[in-house]
C-alpha cells in the first residue's frame, strides 16, 4: 500500500486524514457545509446525471469544467451521501490530503531536509481558509490538488530527466485543465517553460520532442472540453459565449458598476493581492516574498527560477482575469464598495507560496524565521475570528436566505408533482429541499423545460420563482395568461415565491 514511502511520510499521511475528517466533522454540525450557493451548484450536477426527467452524462453542462463533478458523480448517487452533501465534501476532502502530502514530497525532492518538507506541509494543513473549504463541494481544492501534482512531477522531471515524469506532469496539468480555468493557464505556462528549458540546457531537437510530448497530454484535457462544447452545443466556445457563461455573469455586474478591476491593472493587481493576504496571512505572504528574491539570487541554479515561474501561474492568471473583466472579486480592504466575493480565489497560491517558503527554508537561520512566522500568523488566524472563506460563505448566504425558508417549506408541503424552477439561480434552494431532482423541471430537461414555460400548466404543479431580479422564470411567466389563471402564491420570503397549481 505505502510502496516506497518513508516512516515520517506515512504518520503524515495519516494525520492529514485525521485532520480532514475532524475538520469536515465540526463544519458539518456547525450546518456551514453548503453556505456557498456554488457548492449546491456542483453538488446538483453531479447529481442530475442519474437523477433526472432527462439523465445522461449531459447533464454535466458547460461553463464549469466537468473533473470535479465526475469525482462527485462516484458518491452523489447515494441519497444520503446528496442530501449530507458528503458526496462534494469527500472529493474536497481527499484533494486537500493529496495538496498538502505532496507539497512535502515536493520539497523534499527540492531540499533534502524533511525540517524544510514539514514547514511547507504546515502552511498547507493549518489555513484555516483551505480547511473550510476542504469540508464543501467547491473546486478549488481539487485544483490544489491537481496543481501542486503537476509542479511535483515537474520538479521530478528536471530532477531526473526522465520522460515518465514528463507525461505525468502532462497527465496531471491535463486533470487541472479539466477542474478549473486557472489549468489552463498551467498548461500554457509549462508548454513555454518545459521546452524553453530543453532548448537552453540540450538542444533544439530534445525542445521539440518535449514540447510536442507536453502539449499532446497536457493539452488533452482543453481539447477533450471543446469538443464536448462543440458537440453538445454546437459551439466549441459556448462555454464562454452562452447565456450562463462568466462573460454574461461579469456583463450584468458591468452594467451596475461592479466590476472595477477590468481595465485597470493596478485595481486588479491590488484586489488580488489583498484576496491572497487575507487567505494566506500578511507575515506568510511578505515572507513568501521574501523567498523569491532570495531564490533568484542563487544564478547558479536555474531550475530554481523555472521552478518559480511555474509557481507564479496562479498569481498571474487571476490578475489577467480580473484585469480582462472575466472574473469578479471584492474585498474588504477596495476602496470602493469594500466586501466579500469571489474572496477565496486568493487560496489558490497558498502551496506556491508553502513551497517557496519551504525552500527559503534550507538554510537553519531562515528556518527558524519560518517556524516563528507560521505560529505568529496561526495565532493571527485563530484571534481573527471566522476565516475569510467562510465569511463570504455566510455573507453570500444571508443574502440569498431565501432559499433556506423556501426549501424547507417546500420539503414540509410538498404533496407531489412537477416543480418548475432554474437551477442557473436557485441550484442552492433545490439542493436544501433534498427533494429527487427528477422532480424538477429545469434548463437541463430540454422539451420539458421549453415546454412549460410556455404552457406551464400542462406539466407543473409547482413554480418556484424569484421576481426580483427577476429569474428567467419569472421573466417568461410574468405575463403568461396559463401562469396568471392556473397558480396561486402559496409560500413566499422577500421576492422569492412558491407558486402552486389550482
Request: hydrophobic share 50%; glycine share 6%.
Amino acid at each position: 500500500m505505502w510502496g516506497n514511502t518513508s516512516k515520517i511520510e506515512r504518520i503524515l499521511f495519516i494525520l492529514l486524514v485525521l485532520l480532514s475528517v475532524g475538520t469536515w466533522f465540526v463544519i458539518f454540525h456547525a450546518g456551514y457545509v453548503l453556505t456557498y450557493n456554488d457548492a449546491a451548484s456542483h453538488l446538483n450536477i453531479a447529481r442530475r446525471v442519474v437523477d433526472n426527467l432527462t439523465p445522461g452524462l449531459a447533464q454535466i453542462g458547460t461553463v464549469w469544467l466537468p473533473l470535479p463533478h465526475v469525482f462527485m458523480l462516484l458518491f452523489a448517487w447515494n441519497d444520503m451521501l446528496w442530501h449530507t452533501a458528503f458526496a462534494g465534501s469527500i472529493v474536497s476532502m481527499i484533494s486537500f490530503v493529496v495538496c498538502a502530502f505532496f507539497v512535502y514530497k515536493t520539497l523534499m525532492l527540492l531540499t533534502k531536509n524533511k525540517w524544510s518538507a514539514l514547514i511547507g506541509t504546515a502552511i498547507v494543513a493549518f489555513n484555516p481558509n483551505l480547511l473550510y473549504l476542504q469540508s464543501t463541494p467547491m473546486t478549488e481544492p481539487l485544483f490544489l490538488a491537481t496543481f501542486t501534482l503537476s509542479i511535483y512531477f515537474f520538479v521530478r522531471y528536471m530532477e531526473f530527466e526522465q520522460i515518465v515524469d514528463l507525461v505525468l506532469t502532462g497527465v496531471c496539468v491535463a486533470l487541472a485543465t479539466l477542474t478549473r480555468y486557472d489549468g489552463w493557464f498551467l498548461f500554457v505556462a509549462l508548454l513555454i517553460i518545459i521546452p524553453l528549458r530543453a532548448l537552453i540546457t540540450k538542444s533544439s531537437k530534445k525542445a521539440e520532442g518535449a514540447l510536442f510530448l507536453f502539449a499532446c497530454i497536457g493539452g488533452f484535457g482543453i481539447a477533450l472540453w471543446l469538443l464536448w462544447n462543440l458537440t453538445i452545443f454546437h459551439d466549441a466556445l459556448y462555454f464562454i459565449t452562452g447565456p450562463y457563461s462568466a462573460y454574461a455573469q461579469q456583463k450584468v455586474l458591468r452594467s451596475v458598476g461592479q466590476l472595477p478591476t477590468q481595465g485597470n491593472l493596478l485595481t486588479a493587481l491590488s484586489y488580488f493581492t489583498w484576496s491572497v493576504i487575507d487567505n494566506n496571512g500578511f507575515i506568510l505572504t511578505g515572507l513568501s516574498f521574501i523567498a523569491v528574491c532570495v531564490l533568484i539570487t542563487r544564478f547558479k541554479d536555474k531550475k530554481t527560477w523555472y521552478l518559480i515561474l511555474a509557481l507564479s501561474s496562479p498569481f498571474v492568471f487571476n490578475i489577467i482575469a480580473l484585469f480582462t473583466g472575466q472574473s469578479a472579486m471584492n474585498v474588504p480592504q477596495a476602496a470602493a464598495n469594500p466586501g466579500y466575493f469571489n474572496i477565496r480565489y486568493g487560496m489558490l497560491v497558498l502551496p506556491s507560496i508553502a513551497i517557496l517558503i519551504g525552500m527559503l527554508s534550507d538554510r537553519r537561520v531562515f528556518r527558524y524565521i519560518a517556524v516563528i512566522a507560521i505560529s505568529i500568523q496561526l495565532i493571527w488566524f485563530v484571534f481573527s475570528g471566522y476565516p475569510v472563506t467562510l465569511t463570504d460563505g455566510i455573507l453570500g448566504l444571508k443574502n440569498t436566505y431565501y432559499t433556506v425558508e423556501a426549501s424547507t417549506w417546500l420539503r414540509e408541503h410538498y404533496a407531489g408533482g412537477l416543480i418548475l424552477t432554474s437551477l442557473a439561480s436557485h441550484d442552492a434552494f433545490v439542493a436544501r429541499a433534498g427533494l429527487p431532482m427528477r422532480n424538477y423541471i429545469h434548463e437541463g430537461t430540454r422539451e420539458y423545460w421549453q415546454n412549460a414555460l410556455l404552457h406551464p400548466s400542462h406539466q407543473a404543479q409547482y413554480i418556484a420563482t424569484l421576481s426580483y431580479p427577476p429569474d428567467v422564470v419569472y421573466r417568461a411567466l410574468a405575463k403568461n395568461p396559463d401562469f396568471i389563471k392556473n397558480y396561486t402564491l402559496v409560500h413566499s420570503y422577500g421576492t422569492f415565491g412558491i407558486y402552486e397549481r389550482k
